[in-house]
Structures are given as C-alpha cells and as structure tokens.
C-alpha cells in the first residue's frame, strides 16, 4: 500500500520559515511528479509547487520567491522550504504524488496518491 508522510507543519509568525517534508512508499518514486497542494478553510485544494519527474520545478504565483521544492529519489523523499510567510498561507499542506502530463501538472485531479496533510498556520 502506498503511503506519503509529511512532517514539519506547525505555528510560525510572519516573516517566519518552515520546511516540510514528504517521504513515499512508491517503488517507483522517481518517474512520479511529487508536490504540495493546500487547502485553507472554506476554500478549495490548490497548487503551491510541484516537481517533475525531470526534477523541474513549478510553483503557483503566490509561492514564487518564497518557496523552494526539491526531491531527494534516494531517500524518496520531498522538502518544501518556506520563508518569508504570510498569514494567507495558513492551510492544510497535501504531499502529492502522480504521473500528469505536463499541461495538467498544476491539477489536483491528476494526482493518484495523497498524505494526510500538514498543518501549516501563520500568525500575524
């Protein structure tokens, strides 16, 4: 059974950083896409960054600058840095993990395999 794991959510003040990090049972880690979704109350799931399985990276407008993803195929494992955070980046965090095409993968709906979520709130 596949299982994504993340760790490193928590409470931080604004300005403030955080890492997460995603570790997966997928034998076939490195020919997957793996990223982050969030999803914030009352609002739908959305996109913050994904890396493909060329290790290139995408990010969601609002993350540029502030975000960085990277994948490590060895330990099956991705990291997501956060600095410079913003009280509207207080959201569940979902590590994700699939095989879109690259026109789609930005879409939540073409990911296969999904962890239980982070949660990441930032204070004022």
């Known amino acids: 059974q596949v299982q994504l794991v993340e760790s490193g959510g928590g409470l931080v003040q604004a300005g403030g950083s955080l890492r997460l990090s995603c570790t997966a049972s997928?034998?076939?880690?490195?020919?997957?896409?793996v990223g982050w979704f969030r999803q914030a109350p009352g609002k739908e799931r959305e996109f913050v960054a994904v890396?493909?399985?060329?290790?290139?990276?995408y990010y969601a407008e609002s993350a540029k600058g502030r975000f960085a993803i990277s994948r490590e195929n060895a330990k099956k494992t991705i990291y997501l840095q956060m600095d410079w955070l913003k009280p509207e980046d207080t959201a569940v965090y979902y590590c994700?993990?699939?095989?879109?095409?690259?026109?789609?993968?930005?879409?939540?709906?073409?990911?296969?395999?999904w962890g239980q979520g982070a949660q990441v709130t930032v204070s004022s």
């Open positions: 994700a993990a699939g095989q879109p095409v690259l026109s789609s993968i930005r879409d939540p709906d073409m990911y296969r395999y």
């Open positions: 997928i034998d076939s880690f490195r020919n997957h896409a």
């Open positions: 890396t493909s399985r060329s290790n290139y990276p």
